[in-house]
């Protein structure tokens, strides 16, 4: 369903926020009980707010490559990191230049990559090489890095100046001043912004009055948390933080990033456009942070695809969506809100429609989850990758190699939102798990997945090739 057009003198401003591995289960709007998010709380209830929003491919690559294109990830074979976007993809920004709007993107790009992690280099050479204006996605304004991974030694370069300059202090507080600027200037068009910050990613922290309070703060654990396990410890500390501090600092970096939330939206009050800004606030994935004894992303679990997706300052607000979304809808989703249909058919939904309540469900029963490819050796899913489904109760995931995925995990949502017990061998749920199993081999199909699929519970398998048959073909 596609938006409506929206008069030129009435098309409004869209920003969209994203914060690096925020989980949409650590936001005061989606329930925890820990942390204070007052002003993203607030843009959840002045328009609509996802509670089933997925990252299709929990990496930050790929992730941004499907925002950057609307294209699953599996399109390009896109491995986890490491991987360079080719100027010849058409990118959010080239939609929106095209339609008379001025473009910004500020912070973290990671879509320029291939010489961070390889042996002999690390990620201090990405943070110091300026993206080159051809690999920038033709945004208007491109203040920003490949990637960084610590808030307090970011580096950035500004369209086509190949200087690196260093951010004085803390680098979530400094892009969004760097925003809220471009944003409160004087123009006669709309603009779109995309602004992303690392923070709450890893190594945690954030500014110390952040940290202080935090500091040795009980907390409420998620039930699937492990605590008898040794964990590596990523918090910016003294070296003897464990787990909890690490959810600490954690926590401490979301509330900076509520902050500037509110110092955003007051900024644009002040300016008097708020009212025809559209905030949408998303991430590019989630973080275990000891869910199931893991930490970081990548695997298929709540914690690690549940991203927050709200689409704030539309009005009429309020508006919960239970209906699960993913990284290819916010393509099309963003340029709906402007009135604007893709050029190219996109396999993701303009949510528009949903957001603004003109409709109340989705045309759809769930969405693709998958891993690609990871290239690096001795990380997860080097040897055997993963495809799921995740509908509106349920989840189903496969996992192999060259034989094929086979039945991997299959979650009752509703009954086991921690996601504890896994259905995959239960003789109770055959036939959800065939529906299951023949819903992701329809997507992968229709999508042109060259994942190979084997069969399961009565479903014929997709892609497999009979190395038995090929050699009696041959040879005879």
Same mark, same amino acid.
């Given at each position: 369903?596609?938006?409506?057009?929206?008069?030129?003198?009435?098309? =409004?401003?869209?920003?969209?926020?994203?914060? /690096?591995?925020?989980?949409?289960?650590?936001?005061?709007?989606?329930?925890?009980?820990?942390?204070?998010?007052?002003?993203?709380?607030?843009?959840?209830?002045?328009?609509?707010?996802?509670?089933?929003?997925?990252? !299709?491919?929990?990496?930050?690559?790929?992730?941004?490559?499907?925002?950057?294109?609307?294209?699953?990830?599996? !399109?390009?074979?896109?491995?986890?990191?490491? $991987?360079?976007?080719?100027?010849?993809?058409?990118?959010?920004?080239?939609?929106?230049?095209?339609?008379?709007?001025?473009?910004?993107?500020?912070?973290?790009?990671?879509?320029?990559?291939?010489?961070?992690?390889?042996?002999?280099?690390?990620?201090?050479?990405?943070?110091?090489?300026?993206?080159?204006?051809?690999?920038?996605?033709?945004?208007?304004?491109?203040?920003?890095?490949?990637?960084?991974?610590?808030?307090?030694?970011? $580096?950035?370069?500004?369209?086509?100046?190949?200087?690196?300059?260093?951010?004085?202090?803390?680098?979530?507080?400094?892009?969004?001043?760097?925003?809220?600027?471009?944003?409160?200037?004087?123009?006669?068009?709309?603009?779109?912004?995309?602004?992303?910050?690392?923070?709450?990613? =890893?190594?945690?922290?954030?500014?110390?009055?952040?940290?202080?309070?935090?500091?040795?703060?009980?907390?409420? %654990?998620?039930?699937?948390?492990?605590? /008898?396990?040794?964990?590596?410890?990523?918090?910016?500390?003294?070296?003897?933080?464990?787990?909890?501090?690490?959810?600490?600092?954690?926590?401490?970096?979301?509330?900076?990033?509520?902050?500037?939330?509110?110092?955003?939206?007051?900024? %644009?009050?002040?300016?008097?456009?708020?009212?025809?800004?559209?905030?949408? %606030?998303?991430?590019?994935?989630?973080?275990? %942070?000891?869910?199931?004894?893991?930490?970081?992303?990548?695997? =298929?679990?709540?914690?690690?695809?549940?991203?927050?997706?709200?689409?704030?300052?539309?009005?009429?607000?309020?508006?919960?969506?239970?209906?699960?979304?993913?990284?290819?809808?916010?393509?099309?989703?963003?340029?709906?809100?402007?009135?604007?249909?893709?050029?190219?058919?996109?396999?993701?939904?303009?949510?528009?429609?949903?957001?603004?309540?003109?409709?109340?469900?989705? /045309?759809?029963?769930?969405?693709?989850?998958?891993?690609?490819?990871?290239?690096?050796?001795?990380?997860?899913?080097?040897?055997?990758? $993963?495809?799921?489904?995740?509908?509106?109760?349920?989840?189903?995931?496969?996992?192999?190699?060259?034989?094929?995925?086979?039945?991997?995990?299959?979650?009752?949502?509703?009954? /086991?939102?921690?996601?504890?017990?896994?259905?995959?061998?239960?003789?109770?749920?055959?036939?959800?798990?065939?529906?299951?199993?023949?819903?992701?081999?329809?997507?992968?199909?229709?999508?042109?997945?060259?994942?190979?699929?084997?069969?399961?519970?009565?479903?014929?398998?997709?892609?497999? $090739?009979?190395?038995?048959?090929?050699?009696?073909?041959?040879?005879?």
């Amino acid at each position: 369903m596609s938006s409506a057009p929206v008069p030129a003198t009435e098309r =409004p401003n869209v920003i969209l926020i994203i914060a /690096d591995q925020l989980r949409r289960q650590a936001l005061g709007c989606y329930g925890d009980p820990n942390v204070s998010t007052p002003h993203i709380d607030a843009l959840a209830d002045s328009g609509a707010r996802f509670d089933a929003a997925c990252s !299709t491919y929990p990496v930050c690559v790929p992730y941004r490559f499907s925002l950057m294109t609307g294209e699953y990830a599996h !399109t390009r074979f896109i491995p986890a990191i490491e $991987w360079r976007m080719s100027p010849a993809e058409r990118t959010l920004a080239d939609e929106f230049n095209e339609h008379d709007y001025d473009t910004a993107l500020f912070g973290k790009w990671h879509l320029y990559g291939n010489f961070g992690h390889y042996p002999g280099h690390t990620v201090v050479k990405a943070s110091r090489t300026p993206v080159p204006r051809p690999f920038q996605g033709r945004f208007g304004t491109f203040t920003g890095f490949d990637i960084c991974n610590d808030p307090y030694d970011t $580096w950035y370069s500004t369209n086509d100046e190949p200087t690196m300059h260093k951010i004085d202090g803390y680098q979530t507080d400094a892009l969004f001043s760097m925003a809220s600027d471009y944003a409160a200037a004087a123009r006669d068009k709309p603009y779109a912004m995309v602004l992303s910050v690392e923070p709450p990613h =890893p190594m945690f922290t954030a500014p110390q009055e952040y940290l202080d309070r935090w500091k040795g703060r009980e907390l409420v %654990l998620r039930d699937n948390v492990e605590l /008898d396990k040794q964990y590596k410890i990523r918090a910016r500390g003294d070296g003897n933080a464990d787990l909890l501090d690490d959810l600490r600092s954690y926590y401490a970096a979301i509330e900076n990033l509520d902050d500037n939330v509110g110092r955003l939206v007051d900024r %644009l009050r002040a300016a008097g456009t708020l009212d025809n800004t559209i905030i949408a %606030l998303t991430a590019d994935h989630g973080e275990l %942070l000891g869910c199931h004894g893991l930490l970081a992303k990548q695997r =298929p679990w709540e914690e690690s695809i549940g991203i927050p997706l709200i689409v704030g300052n539309l009005g009429a607000g309020g508006r919960v969506v239970a209906d699960p979304v993913s990284t290819e809808d916010l393509f099309p989703t963003l340029l709906g809100l402007a009135g604007i249909t893709p050029r190219d058919p996109k396999p993701g939904l303009d949510l528009t429609p949903i957001a603004r309540g003109a409709t109340d469900t989705l /045309d759809r029963e769930g969405v693709l989850l998958e891993f690609v490819a990871e290239m690096r050796p001795n990380i997860p899913f080097h040897e055997q990758t $993963w495809r799921g489904i995740r509908s509106g109760r349920y989840k189903y995931t496969v996992l192999g190699g060259a034989d094929g995925g086979k039945p991997w995990q299959f979650f009752d949502l509703a009954n /086991d939102p921690y996601e504890m017990t896994n259905l995959v061998d239960d003789p109770a749920q055959t036939e959800q798990l065939r529906h299951h199993h023949q819903l992701l081999r329809d997507r992968l199909a229709e999508t042109y997945d060259h994942y190979v699929l084997a069969p399961a519970f009565g479903v014929p398998g997709l892609n497999e $090739w009979d190395a038995t048959a090929e050699h009696r073909l041959r040879f005879g």
